[in-house]
T-cell receptor, first 118, second 111 residues
Framework: DADVTQTPRNRITKTGKRIMLECSQT?????MYWYRQDPGLGLRLIYY???????NKGEISDGYSVSRQAQAKFSLSLESAIPNQTALYFC?????????????????FGPGTRLTVL | ELKVEQNPLFLSMQEGKNYTIYCNYS?????LYWYRQDPGKSLESLFV?????AVKQEGRLMASLDTKARLSTLHITAAVHDLSATYFC???????????FGEGTQLTVNP
């Protein structure tokens, strides 16, 4: 079973619709992240959470919101989707402690959600 | 603001050849990561580099880090088709936890 799962994997929606992307993890990590990927721009951080009560904005949070329902679940919402939010969205997790320094805060990515806003 | 730049952004090479991908970053960092992404797939961690002079190797890939120059390299030795993918470097600022990614290098290895 995958350690980090995302649902849905693909979604096509219309401008103005509310969309929720969900991320679940079985790695037991406290830290979770949402990124979007656009061609030629690498991955950009939208929001991140260090625990259930800690939510932080990333570099491109406008137009997005998040909810950390439990240690294992982190959802991303687009309240009113617009076409320039068409992208590939990734969830990631990390463990700041790790079992060895070499694993400190290494991030593990989910399979991604391809979102198209028409 | 931390900036991370990779070059080249596109690389087409023949099987058997060697090449290097470069990753420059703009501020002090204590951790640098290399990831691989196959088309339509997620990111797979390749290397974590933690200190100046760190070198790690896995198969035909070798990564190194020069923190003084703020430069990491990913060297490909005797490329094979299976290495075709997009490679990203990502950097964390010293004592920080957020990753900043480079634009990615799309590598194509031709027979």
């Amino acid at each position: 079973d995958a350690d980090v799962t995302q649902t849905p994997r693909n979604r096509i929606t219309k401008t103005g619709k509310r969309i929720m992307l969900e991320c679940s993890q079985t790695k037991g990590h406290d830290r979770m992240y949402w990124y979007r990927q656009d061609p030629g721009l690498g991955l950009r951080l939208i929001y991140y959470s260090f625990d259930v009560k800690d939510i932080n904005k990333g570099e491109i949070s406008d137009g997005y919101s998040v909810s950390r329902q439990a240690q294992a679940k982190f959802s991303l919402s687009l309240e009113s989707a617009i076409p320039n939010q068409t992208a590939l969205y990734f969830c990631a997790t990390s463990d700041p402690s790790g079992t060895a320094y070499s694993s400190y805060n290494e991030q593990f990515f989910g399979p991604g959600t391809r979102l198209t806003v028409l | 603001e931390l900036k991370v730049e990779q070059n080249p952004l596109f690389l087409s090479m023949q099987e058997g050849k060697n090449y290097t991908i470069y990753c420059n970053y703009s501020t002090t960092s204590d951790r640098l990561y290399w990831y691989r992404q196959d088309p339509g797939k997620s990111l797979e961690s390749l290397f974590v580099l933690l200190s100046n002079g760190a070198v790690k190797q896995e198969g035909r890939l070798m990564a190194s880090l020069d923190t003084k120059a703020r430069l990491s390299t990913l060297h490909i030795t005797a490329a094979v088709h299976d290495l075709s993918a997009t490679y990203f470097c990502a950097v964390t600022e010293t004592s920080g936890s957020r990753l900043t990614f480079g634009e990615g290098t799309q590598l194509t290895v031709n027979p």
